[in-house]
């Protein structure tokens, strides 16, 4: 069910909260105005309990009021038929104050029941038609602003929603973008080793599933656990290690305390991936990938180094970067929201260096996950 911006579904006790405050809003104003009129003479409780019998009819009939003035708001092109609306609703409900006050004083034992029946109430809010009014436009302008806001911290929310979602949409969008480049080159790697070496391509096989499994569960996350995320570089790099022999060294270097932090989902394999088809398999003997992940104050720094042939002398101008690599680098930058930093540097002593910074989120889920 939909609503208009200027109606605002309040929840029940959401309800019950504003009554209470508007009853203590107008307890206050009657003890204020009786010790007005305690200065001018009069018994304390004779005063004070008829001021709370006419302060408290404004606070009953608050709630009512703004009920009307929901319908009838302050905004729209038709305000000159709302404001006379509201001209014509005021003198009716300075009535019904008028009957509601001398109920309340009745209650208190201030006046007798027959009173109820006498014409001089409703002369008696005929006569101070002006001043109630007043009052009666500071209740409408009151609810008024109260509404305002309230549009105005949905319309906030329903804003910070949108961003979020296209956000994350931006996020699915880029994934769909990695893992058919990804499942390309895993499933080359199966087809290879079908013929020649059956066992060892069920493995790579069940290593595939394992991956699939891991990729598509994080797939309405915009993050994962650090660990979920070593988890699935573990099965890429099995299939790799299969492929590649003992010319694919591998050393990992992840410092406890970034464990638990939350990463993008699948942006390491990329990575890695780039390193050992671009770097390592150009040379006959291959190579060795470092992963490196440590905590730097409130960042992550992660490096994914190779000792391979290194970026082409043209870098970066007349070289075309991978769709994984662009992919991944905006995927980060995104993440971030742009406080991120992504960079490849050729290694004087051979090789390429991928250096990426970032802010570090520590999920209390995931370490209560890990300790479950």
């Known amino acids: 069910m939909e609503t208009s911006p200027s109606q605002t579904v309040v929840p029940p006790l959401q309800r019950w909260h504003s009554f209470i405050l508007a009853i203590g809003f107008w307890t206050a104003v009657a003890g204020v105005f009786a010790l007005s009129q305690r200065a ?62 001398a109920a309340i004083a009745t209650a208190m034992q201030l006046q007798p029941w027959s009173r109820l029946l006498h014409v001089d109430i409703l002369l008696g809010a005929i006569h101070g038609m002006f001043w109630s009014m007043l009052v009666y436009g500071l209740i409408v302008g009151v609810c008024q602003a109260y509404a305002y806001q309230q549009r105005y911290v949905s319309a906030a ?21 990695l893992d058919p480049h990804f499942l390309f080159n895993a499933l080359n790697t199966i087809s290879a080793q079908l013929e020649r070496e059956p066992k060892l391509a069920r493995t790579m096989i069940e290593h595939l599933g394992d991956l699939l499994r891991l990729s598509l569960a994080p ?15 573990d099965h890429y790099l099995a299939i790799q290690k299969i492929r ?5 060294r591998l050393d990992l270097s992840v410092s406890d305390d970034v464990k638990r932090a939350m990463v993008p989902s699948m942006f390491l394999q990329p990575l890695v991936e780039n390193a050992i088809r671009h770097g390592l398999s150009p040379r006959a003997n291959g190579g060795t990938v470092t992963l490196v992940a440590e905590r730097l104050d409130q ?9 391979g042939v290194g970026l082409p ?60």
């Open 219 to 233: 797939q309405s996350r915009k993050e994962v656990p650090f660990t979920d995320e070593l988890a699935f570089l």
């Open 313 to 372: 002398p043209d870098w970066p101008n007349g070289s075309r970067q991978g769709v994984g690599l662009s992919v991944t680098r905006e995927r980060i930058a995104s993440y971030a929201d742009g406080s991120s930093r992504f960079a490849i540097h050729r290694r004087a002593e051979g090789g390429t260096e991928v250096d990426i910074l970032f802010p570090l989120h520590i999920h209390q889920a995931s370490h209560d996950r890990q300790i479950a």
């Open 40 to 101: 001018q003479g009069g018994e304390w409780q004779h005063v004070l309990l008829s001021s709370l019998a006419q302060w408290w009819s404004w606070g009953l009939l608050t709630p009512l009021i703004n009920a009307l003035d929901r319908r009838l708001p302050f905004t729209g092109s038709q305000l000159g038929y709302r404001i006379i609306a509201h001209l014509l609703l005021g003198p009716l409900a300075v009535v019904a104050y008028g009957y509601v006050s």
């Open 299 to 307: 960042q992550l720094h992660i490096q994914v180094i190779d000792d």
């Open 244 to 248: 590649f022999g003992d010319s694919l």
């Open 157 to 177: 929310l329903q804003v910070q929603r949108l961003e979020r979602n296209f956000s994350e949409a931006r996020l699915n969008g880029l994934r769909m973008q």
